[in-house]
């Protein structure tokens, strides 16, 4: 285990090498237009992190880097725009770090055994509904946040925990990774990109 420091407002962050990658062993909590609380209450936040659209996790607007300037939703339906990300990407994340691709998200499955066992070995020991908790063997402590839905609804808080990747599908859909409490396998899927999601930043 290790830690950082998020610059922009102060926050440590564990971290945790897997393999050859280093990640923060706890969700991004980095105040964004576009991110939100579950339940639209800090308490969560405290807990859990942030849930962001894919154009706030991709830094849609440009204000770290424009690697990912213009990608996803910006403000409802009917604003699309295409995407064409240079990456690394760093998106949302601390200088540094980045937002992980496709090819990274699966280079720590296979650190870790494989998608069938993913979920037994990242979850977190307790949070999880119905006892659905995992062995956090390799302290990744993935928690079970939920994810906000487009029409501003939250759902799945204690169910699910779902990362945003950097890669998209088109110009309305993005790549995200989804644990379940009573699965150990993890899935990855195409996911309406304004949905807010969690975060877990990959060090550059």
């Known amino acids: 285990m290790g830690e950082m ?7 440590n962050k564990k971290t945790v090498t897997i393999g050859t990658h280093t990640f923060m062993a706890e969700k991004l909590n980095f105040e964004t237009e ?9 308490e969560y936040c405290a ?19 424009t690697n990912g300037k213009g990608c996803g939703y910006r403000h409802d339906w009917t604003d699309r725009t295409n ?19 496709g090819t990274e998200l699966h280079a720590l499955f296979a650190a870790v055994g494989g998608k069938s066992t993913v979920g037994k070995v990242l979850k977190s020991t307790s949070g ?25 609804s939250y759902h799945d808080e204690g169910k699910y925990a779902l990362f945003w990747s950097s890669g998209a599908l088109d110009n309305t859909r993005a790549y995200g990774m989804r644990l379940y409490y009573g699965k150990e396998l993890v899935f990855v899927y195409d996911i309406v990109n304004a949905i807010g999601l969690s975060v877990r930043c990959l060090k550059d």
């Open 5 to 11: 420091t998020d610059t922009r407002h102060g926050q």
């Open 34 to 42: 576009n991110s939100y609380c579950y339940n639209d209450s800090a």
């Open 47 to 65: 807990k859990y992190g942030r849930l962001y659209t894919w154009a706030a996790a991709m830094d849609s607007a440009g204000i770290w880097s």
């Open 83 to 101: 995407c064409s990300p240079t990456y690394p990407l760093r998106g949302v994340c601390p200088e540094g770090w980045l937002l992980p691709s």
């Open 128 to 152: 999880w509904y119905d006892d659905g908790n995992g062995t956090d063997a390799y302290a990744f402590s993935a928690l079970p946040a939920g994810y906000r839905n487009y029409d501003g």
